[in-house]
């Protein structure tokens, strides 16, 4: 028997009136993130290579230091026009109570135009955990028990 889901509530400030047609909201009720719209007056053409900073229109203030913000490309956007984060992933920390912005990127190559409220981005809340540093003289053996993959880096467990 599935148990009741509590979802957080987080405190929202639309920065533009036009936003209350246009609120994030979950695509489904499976959808781990929210759609984030593009806030624009007039269609923006993104040549190749070019980055620009599209405004949302909200405040997301999470409050709850246990939580955090991702800004994540639209996978679609990404794979069929090469629009992706020019940050890749955007943070947002709990007590940030600014507008998210959404640092657009288009690695393509061809110019694409990104029309006003087009979905572009997604949202998602997630947990966090932080840690505390302990100086060492040196790490325990891994879970192996083997320490085989200690300073091998990148690539050394596989292939690639």
């Known amino acids: 028997m599935p148990h009741p889901h509590v979802k957080p509530r987080l405190a929202v400030k639309l920065l533009d009136e036009r936003l209350h047609d246009y609120m994030p909201r ?9 759609d984030l719209r593009a806030l624009l007056d007039a269609p923006l053409t ?4 070019q980055c620009e900073l599209v405004r949302t229109g909200l405040a997301i203030h999470i409050a709850d230091p246990g939580l955090a913000g991702l800004i994540l490309p639209r996978s679609g956007l990404g794979h069929k026009h090469g629009i992706v984060l020019g940050n890749l992933v955007g943070l947002i920390d709990s007590d940030y109570q600014g507008e998210l912005m959404i640092s657009v990127w288009n690695r393509g190559q061809d110019d694409f135009t990104l029309a006003p409220f087009e979905l572009l981005a997604q949202y998602l809340l997630v947990p966090v955990v932080q840690a505390e540093l302990e100086v060492v003289d040196d790490f325990a053996d891994s879970l192996s028990g083997s320490g085989q993959r200690g300073t091998g880096g990148f690539g050394s467990s596989g292939r690639h």
């Open 26 to 34: 979950y695509a489904t009720d499976g959808s781990a993130g929210m």
């Open 46 to 49: 993104l040549a190749p290579g």
